[in-house]
């Protein structure tokens, strides 16, 4: 999966936000360490979403699933909308592919595109549009960890607190699915 779970990319409005919240809970005011707050704020939403298992943040993914006719779970999640599906560099027409997005918020693909055996799914998956719009116990518990990790460096544990409020957010699947 590009860009999947774990790899939070913000946009630049959404970097000087989350920046200047980690910079309050630190108490730091000089912009010398902005960068690295910045990059540490990044790196404390992709631990938000591998423990999560959401995709925090909307934005475009890509999923390569097997052509095989059966029903493919996609990885990430909430799915907001599913763009296309291409094989072998082409987009596929649409009578050859299916797809839908549960209640949950997961997307399911069947491809049958005839002579290929793999194919890449475009999809747009988040469940906010920008650090302002996250629930305040992800965003808080991104600062918490981003000002962890700014002052303790790489190897400190996550704390408690944090996991705290990311819980209620955790999504776990069981490995049988069925779908159709």
């Known amino acids: 999966m590009a860009n999947g779970l774990g790899t939070a990319v ?3 409005d959404d970097r000087v936000r989350a920046t200047a919240a980690v910079k309050a809970a630190l108490r730091v005011h000089l912009a010398e360490e902005d960068g690295r707050i910045g990059d540490v704020a990044e790196a404390a939403l992709g631990l ?3 423990f999560t298992g959401r995709v925090l943040l909307a934005r475009a993914l890509t999923e390569t699933v097997a052509a095989d006719g059966c029903w493919r779970r996609l990885a990430a999640r909430p799915v907001r909308g599913i763009a296309g599906v291409e094989a072998g560099g082409a987009v596929l027409p649409v009578e050859s592919f299916a797809v ?3 209640g949950g918020g997961t997307g399911w693909v069947r491809v049958a595109a005839g002579n290929v055996s793999r194919a890449t799914v475009r999809f747009t998956a988040g469940m906010a549009e920008g650090w302002d719009a996250l629930a305040p116990p992800l965003r808080e518990g991104a600062v918490l960890l981003a000002a962890h990790l700014f002052r303790e460096g790489e190897g400190a544990r996550v704390p ?4 705290a409020l990311w819980r209620p957010y955790r999504t776990l699947s069981l490995r049988w699915e069925r779908h159709g």
Do not use: M, T
């Not at 408690?160 to 996991?163: D, I, K, L, Y």
């Open 48 to 50: 938000a979403e591998q």
């Open 160 to 163: 408690a607190a944090v996991a």
């Open 100 to 102: 839908d997005i549960d």
């Open 10 to 12: 913000l946009g630049a």
